[in-house]
């Protein structure tokens, strides 16, 4: 079993893992919110996994959700530098995020909270304006509703709704503009789900919520 | 229908297989204009993939439309030289004058708004180009000049 050395310290690791969940299962807390374990292809989105790798002496910062372990390989986790990238990568994500706890589904059960406060930051960007897209929320489902201005495009819903053949949720458009919906708009009672529920499980922010948790229709 | 015989015949010379994807809607939007529901639901039919796949490479894409194309197509220049002298505020008035957000079209089919970069005129920036026809040197105040001389010539020609 090949093994490695996260700030210092020794960990086991299963063949072909990623440094993450070899990190997390020995206690070692990495900050993440698109990382999934069954992803094939982890895509990296949210930044917060950041960690530095020595490659031939020198540092490269990768993300740990879709780095493979290698036998004896140097991690950081904690450097000054990649505290100070997890920090932007978060006030990126909640620079467009509509912050309003109070009336929302998952009250204090979200990642974000979790997230800022592993990070010792605050929900509301210090350095970046608020920028929270005029979208409107899908509640034509009669168990759960979608509300596109707390997504943080981590995709959790998208690989799971296709790792159970269904595929019925996507990313649409690029950059800003990016959202996740079925195709053509199409509302999600009509979409063909099946209500399995899968992606409200998976959801890390009040975006997919379940309606009797009441998550009010203005936000 | 004619059109989803063009459309056959253009899957025929395909293999189903996702690296032809881009290509097959490249060329049913030459034909046909534009890539309507359908006609995503019956290429993702042909490459066994799930619609909102489908749905999400054509949205990626700025080439790609989903409306049937103007018949005055307008195109705004957003280069680098016609951004820095407004040509988002020149996007905006026609977005405004027409009451229709990019790469949409009226609803009476006469005008369709699309942003581009550069014709390789950007002397006159900020430019805009409608039937082949080059505005120079546009501002929000001749926006709606432009509208209504081409409102006129429709209803002439």
Same mark, same amino acid.
């Given at each position: 079993?090949?093994?490695?050395? =996260?700030?210092?310290?020794?960990i086991?690791?299963?063949?072909?893992?990623?440094?993450?969940w070899? @990190?997390? $299962?020995?206690?070692?807390?990495?900050?993440? *919110?698109?990382?999934?374990?069954? @992803?094939?292809?982890?895509?990296?989105?949210?930044?917060?996994?950041?960690?530095?790798?020595?490659?031939?002496?020198?540092?490269?910062?990768?993300?740990?959700?879709?780095?493979?372990?290698r036998?004896?390989?140097?991690?950081?986790?904690?450097?000054?530098?990649?505290?100070?990238?997890? $920090?932007? @990568?978060?006030?990126? =994500?909640?620079?467009?995020?509509? =912050?309003?706890?109070?009336?929302?589904?998952?009250?204090?059960?979200?990642?974000? =909270?979790?997230?800022?406060?592993? *990070?010792?930051?605050?929900?509301?960007?210090?350095?970046?304006?608020? *920028?929270?897209r005029?979208?409107?929320?899908?509640?034509?489902?009669?168990?759960? @509703?979608?509300?596109?201005?707390?997504?943080?495009?981590?995709?959790?819903?998208?690989?799971?709704?296709?790792?159970?053949?269904?595929?019925?949720?996507?990313?649409?458009?690029?950059?800003?503009?990016?959202?996740?919906?079925?195709?053509?708009?199409?509302? *999600?009672a009509?979409?063909?789900?099946?209500?399995?529920?899968?992606?409200?499980?998976?959801?890390p922010?009040?975006?997919?919520?379940?309606?009797?948790?009441?998550? $009010?229709?203005?936000? | 229908?004619?059109?989803?015989?063009?459309?056959?015949?253009?899957?025929?010379?395909?293999?189903?297989?996702? &690296?032809?994807?881009?290509?097959?809607?490249?060329?049913?939007?030459?034909?046909? %204009?534009?890539?309507?529901?359908?006609?995503? &639901?019956? +290429?993702?039919?042909?490459?066994?993939?799930?619609?909102?796949?489908?749905?999400s490479? +054509?949205?990626?894409?700025?080439?790609?439309?989903?409306k049937?194309? %103007?018949?005055?197509?307008?195109?705004?220049?957003?280069?680098?030289?016609?951004?820095?002298?407004?040509?988002?505020?020149?996007? !905006?008035?026609?977005?405004?004058?027409?009451?229709?957000?990019?790469? !949409?079209?009226?609803? !009476?089919?006469?005008?369709?708004?699309?942003?581009?970069?550069?014709?390789?005129?950007c002397?006159?920036?900020?430019?805009?180009?409608?039937?082949?026809?080059?505005?120079?040197?546009? /501002?929000?105040? /001749?926006?709606? &000049?432009?509208?209504?001389?081409?409102r !006129?010539?429709?209803k002439?020609?």
């Amino acid at each position: 079993m090949p093994s490695l050395i =996260i700030d210092g310290k020794e960990i086991a690791a299963e063949p072909g893992e990623k440094i993450l969940w070899a @990190a997390l $299962r020995s206690g070692i807390h990495i900050p993440h *919110l698109c990382a999934m374990e069954s @992803a094939d292809l982890p895509f990296g989105g949210c930044r917060l996994c950041l960690v530095e790798v020595e490659v031939g002496g020198r540092r490269e910062m990768v993300t740990a959700c879709s780095e493979p372990v290698r036998e004896k390989m140097k991690v950081y986790a904690h450097t000054e530098k990649i505290e100070r990238m997890r $920090r932007t @990568a978060f006030e990126l =994500i909640m620079s467009d995020h509509l =912050i309003d706890c109070k009336n929302c589904p998952k009250r204090k059960d979200c990642e974000l =909270i979790r997230t800022a406060s592993s *990070l010792k930051m605050t929900l509301q960007p210090k350095n970046l304006r608020s *920028l929270v897209r005029d979208l409107s929320i899908d509640d034509s489902h009669p168990l759960f @509703a979608y509300d596109p201005r707390k997504c943080v495009k981590c995709g959790k819903c998208v690989l799971t709704c296709q790792g159970l053949g269904k595929s019925l949720l996507n990313f649409a458009y690029r950059g800003f503009e990016m959202v996740v919906t079925t195709f053509d708009h199409l509302p *999600l009672a009509s979409s063909g789900c099946e209500s399995c529920l899968e992606c409200v499980k998976v959801c890390p922010t009040g975006a997919l919520y379940l309606k009797e948790t009441g998550g $009010r229709r203005d936000g | 229908m004619e059109e989803s015989k063009q459309i056959e015949e253009i899957l025929r010379r395909f293999h189903p297989e996702r &690296e032809n994807l881009l290509p097959v809607l490249q060329e049913i939007q030459e034909k046909v %204009g534009y890539l309507s529901r359908e006609v995503m &639901e019956s +290429v993702a039919r042909f490459f066994h993939l799930p619609p909102s796949e489908i749905f999400s490479v +054509v949205t990626f894409y700025n080439q790609f439309r989903r409306k049937p194309p %103007g018949r005055n197509p307008i195109h705004v220049c957003l280069g680098t030289a016609c951004y820095l002298l407004g040509g988002n505020l020149i996007l !905006d008035a026609f977005s405004r004058e027409l009451q229709i957000k990019k790469g !949409d079209t009226t609803e !009476d089919g006469n005008f369709g708004l699309e942003s581009t970069a550069c014709f390789g005129c950007c002397n006159v920036a900020p430019v805009v180009k409608i039937n082949s026809q080059i505005y120079p040197k546009m /501002t929000p105040g /001749t926006v709606e &000049e432009v509208i209504i001389n081409l409102r !006129d010539k429709n209803k002439k020609g």
